[in-house]
């Protein structure tokens, strides 16, 4: 499966954005989502994952509240909905296909990435 994230932006502290990651293929049903981010010079972090169906989702004690994962099958395409964004969490984003997990290794499948810049 390839994957094609978009939504990144600049943004300001307590704005919103959604980053969308679109999926080629048809096994797109098939596979648990995530997304991941990072910064230059650190590690890759996760930050939300979801279910084949949807009706499981796994979230970063950092983003609890104020992310929301979501996907649609029928579009092949999952979502991370960004509210009350912090300028921590400036990184680039990252979605995944691979078995749920908060475990990147798990995930064998990436998108290209985009980035998130939120402004103090």
């Known amino acids: 499966v390839q994957l094609q994230a978009s939504g990144g932006g600049l943004v300001q502290a307590g704005g919103s954005l959604r980053l969308s990651c679109a999926a080629s293929?048809?096994?797109?049903?098939?596979?648990?989502m995530g997304w991941f981010r990072q910064v230059p010079g650190k590690e890759r972090e996760f930050v939300a994952a979801?279910?084949?169906?949807?009706?499981?989702?796994y979230y970063a004690d950092s983003v609890k509240g104020r992310f929301t994962i979501s996907r649609d099958n029928a579009k092949n395409t999952v979502y991370l909905q960004m509210n009350s964004l912090k300028p921590e969490d400036t990184a680039v984003y990252y979605c995944?296909?691979?078995?749920?997990?908060?475990?990147?290794?798990?995930?064998?499948?990436w998108g290209q990435g985009t980035l998130v810049t939120v402004s103090s």
């Open positions: 979801i279910s084949r169906s949807g009706g499981t989702t």
């Open positions: 995944a296909a691979g078995g749920i997990s908060v475990r990147d290794y798990e995930y064998p499948y």
């Open positions: 293929g048809r096994t797109f049903g098939g596979y648990a």
